[in-house]
């Protein structure tokens, strides 16, 4: 599923869903670093980087719509 609007649709008709992604040590030092705090880590990372850790799931249940 593919952009914010399918989500939302998917999760309404359907229940939750997962969304998968990999995650690099450089995840972990960006978030360690007190002067990213409320920052957005935007750092691309596969599992072909050199930093690579593993990947990670997260079940999204519901998403509220801003205007």
């Known amino acids: ?3 914010v609007d399918n989500m939302r649709l ?3 008709n359907n229940g939750p869903i ?3 992604y990999d995650i690099c040590n450089s995840f972990y030092t960006f978030f360690n670093d007190a002067n990213n705090a409320g920052k957005v880590y935007s750092t691309a990372c596969s599992s072909s980087s050199s930093d690579y850790m593993g990947g990670h799931a997260v ?3 519901g998403c509220a719509y801003h205007t």
Do not use: Q, R
């Open 10 to 12: 998917e999760i309404y």
């Open 18 to 20: 997962t969304a998968g």
């Open 1 to 3: 599923i593919s952009g």
């Open 59 to 61: 079940s999204i249940v």
